[in-house]
């Protein structure tokens, strides 16, 4: 039995000597790797935190003081010190979450695992501690992986600074290469007196004396306020000379570091003076992503930020490179459409490679911006480019779009910018789970005054949507898809004059007019699979997919009215969808066609595979079919409309409320 076997809570930490937790940090290193290498995960960050995470449950006490990982990918070491060492589900359906997860533990606090909004959780959980009378109690906000380039944490830190009586200690797990480790005897001597230094300078009496200084010395006359104004002068520099803390302390918060993160002594010496200052303090610590293993180290790309199944001893992956995906697709197409429009600039948020603009940025550096973990900033900055006379397109996950859209509303689509938004891993992502399914955004757009939606069904459709988007000059225009690989092409059996295309007729070339099944998005295989399902059952069915969700095609309201009923199918939440507004739009026109919208439930939906939670929610063939075959034969509603001489059917007596 290893020492991470025997380790259930927390508090058993205290229990082990140095050698101990040394050989505890290899254990935890080496469960990392052989398990999720299995299941696949976000090994990097969590190998780069090891000693970090031990030194953070050292010296406080959680659940009684909170701990807030920003962001949650970085929590399975965590996971592990809490008690949770059965990494075999890990992101699986039933399994455990690949985030922090309050089902799973009390340990465990914030759940979305978007990044940058750790720090404001920490502010009013601490808040709430001076109010509740329990001012005692420390939070700690962990924050890696880029979350300091989003506006909102700066916002956050700005309000924690000006109290100095929170317990609020914010660990910075600086994993990238922007502050380069000083080398050398002199700096090695200056770095074995820091400790000391910060210490003393954390101390509450270091505070009271420099107080009672400076209000001495700015009461003295002018010469009393010049020597104060020289000394501070000169203490700042050199304190900005040692490291860079000045911004901290600028704002009024105590900084110690930078410490070497996967040195546990200096980390755990770190962290218990910020815990005796009894104030806000930023601890900043340098650590490696992928530390320890050489594979991840050595991938040049993201130190195995995130990876599928792969080989422990190489790092390779040991499935097949499979068919094309999505991002792949988009990364070709945004490179070719840059080379032929000088005009076209790329924007991404801290996932150049991930949203697929490193190839365009790779031909045009000048022409891709990285503008971090602000989505907000990255839609107000687009409209000013678009002024300017350029047509910038923004690559984001769909689910970071949610951050930024009061910047698409007011910003982009209120002043008619064409920008183009392209939003990867749209609809349901699969083991990510309820915070990264990109299930909000058909939703959301649908309010955007001018907005143009398109959800391309494969790769052919991608690249025309694309590239029709990136003509759009007077209003945002969005192109979304799914994560993973691509399906098999779609080929249209006709296209209608305003660009829609008609899927299939079923039973094929059939004059009736029972079910119009309109196919967003990837949703075509499925709709066809439910066409040819209800054809087995003698009912008719029209497939189309409108290409452009938005706006609504004219031609999709008139199949609306000389068919039975309508059926939407999306993976995007119901509520607003693509079906709504299709209704709604019938309605407006005059045609009272039944219409059932297919898609998600409005709800959090937990982590599985794409299938597993399509499944959980009835977006099946079977499923579909069975509720469309009760909708034409009047038993269930919405009813088709009913044939020439049949009696409307009816649900009978109204409900009861």
């Keep these: 039995m290893g020492i991470l076997d025997t380790i259930r809570n927390p508090q ?42 031990l030194a953070v449950h050292r010296i406080f006490d959680s659940p009684r003081d909170s701990i807030v990982f920003d962001t949650g990918h970085q929590s399975y070491v965590h996971k592990l010190l809490t008690g949770r060492q059965d990494f075999s589900t890990l992101r699986q359906q039933g399994g455990m979450s690949g985030y922090p997860s309050r089902a799973e533990s009390e340990h465990d606090i914030v759940e979305s695992s978007h990044a940058s909004s750790s720090l404001s959780w920490a502010d009013g959980i601490s808040r709430a501690r001076q109010l509740t009378g329990e001012g005692d109690r420390y939070v700690v906000a962990v924050v890696g992986d880029g979350a300091l380039t989003g506006g909102m944490a700066w916002e956050a830190i700005n309000n924690i600074a000006a109290d100095k009586r929170r317990r609020v200690v914010i660990v910075v797990n600086d994993n990238g290469r922007s502050y380069a480790p000083t080398v050398g005897g002199f700096a090695d001597y200056l770095a074995s007196l820091r400790p ?72 755990e010496l770190a962290l218990s003076t910020a815990r005796h200052y009894a104030g806000p303090v930023i601890v900043h610590a340098m650590t490696e992503k992928g530390h320890g293993y050489a594979p991840a180290r050595a991938h040049e790309a993201d130190q195995f930020h995130a990876v599928g199944i792969i080989d422990p001893e190489t790092g390779e992956p040991t499935g097949s490179a499979g068919a094309q995906s999505w991002t792949s697709v988009f990364a070709d197409e945004i490179a070719a459409i840059a080379d032929e429009r000088d005009d076209i600039v790329g924007i991404t948020g801290a996932m150049l490679i991930p949203v697929g603009l490193h190839k365009f940025a790779a031909r045009h550096p000048d022409r891709v911006i990285d503008v971090g973990i602000a989505e907000q900033h990255a ?24 951050r930024a859209f009061d910047q698409l509303l007011m910003d982009v689509a209120l002043h008619k910018a064409g920008v183009t938004i392209v939003l990867d891993r749209a609809g349901v992502t699969g083991p990510d789970g309820a915070s990264h399914h990109g299930m909000w955004d058909m939703s959301m757009v649908q309010i955007v005054p001018g907005l143009h939606l398109a959800a391309p069904r494969d790769a052919t459709r991608l690249r025309e949507e694309l590239r029709e988007a990136v003509a759009i000059s007077d209003a945002p225009s969005v192109v979304r898809y799914s994560k ?66 938005l ?32 209704r709604q739009e019938m309605r407006g026109a005059g045609v009272d066609t039944a219409l059932n919208e297919v898609g998600l439930p409005a709800e959090f939906l937990d982590h599985g595979t794409r299938s597993q939670v399509l499944e959980r929610v009835g977006l099946t ?30 649900t009978g007596s109204l409900p009861i409320l």
């Design 621 to 650: 063939a079977q499923q579909i079919t069975h509720d469309v075959v009760a909708q034409v034969l009047g038993t269930k509603v919405p009813f088709a409309r009913p044939l020439p001489g049949q009696q409307h059917p009816t």
């Design 379 to 402: 839609l107000t900055s687009a409209a000013g480019m678009a002024f300017g006379g350029l047509h910038p397109v923004v690559a984001v996950y769909a689910t970071f779009l949610n």
């Design 12 to 53: 058993d930490l205290n229990e082990l000597s140095q050698s101990q937790l040394e050989q505890l940090a290899g254990e935890i290193r080496s469960f990392l790797i052989a398990n999720v290498s299995q299941t696949g995960g976000h090994l990097g960050p969590n190998l780069g935190v090891v000693e970090m995470t």
């Design 551 to 582: 706006p609504v095609r004219r031609s999709i309201i008139a199949l609306a009215s000389h068919h039975r009923l309508v059926i939407c199918i999306e993976d995007g939440v119901r509520a607003g969808g693509v079906g709504s507004r299709i």
């Design 484 to 549: 993973g690989t691509v399906g098999a092409e779609v080929e249209a059996i006709e296209q209608l004059s305003d660009g829609v295309d008609v899927l299939a007729r079923r039973p094929s070339g059939s004059t009736e007019n029972d079910v119009l099944i309109v196919s967003v998005g990837a949703m075509s295989e499925l709709a066809l699979d439910v066409a040819n399902r209800l054809g087995a059952q003698g009912i008719s069915s029209t497939v189309v997919d409108p290409r452009w969700v």
């Design 196 to 267: 000391t230094i910060d210490s003393f300078r954390a101390a509450p009496a270091y505070e009271g004396t420099l107080d009672w200084w400076r209000r001495k010395l700015q009461k003295s006359g002018p010469l009393g306020q010049f020597t104060y104004k020289s000394l501070h002068a000169m203490k700042k520099g050199i304190k900005d000379w040692w490291a860079p803390q000045g911004m901290f302390e600028d704002l009024g918060m105590k900084y110690i570091g930078p410490v070497d993160g996967h040195n546990l002594q200096a980390m």
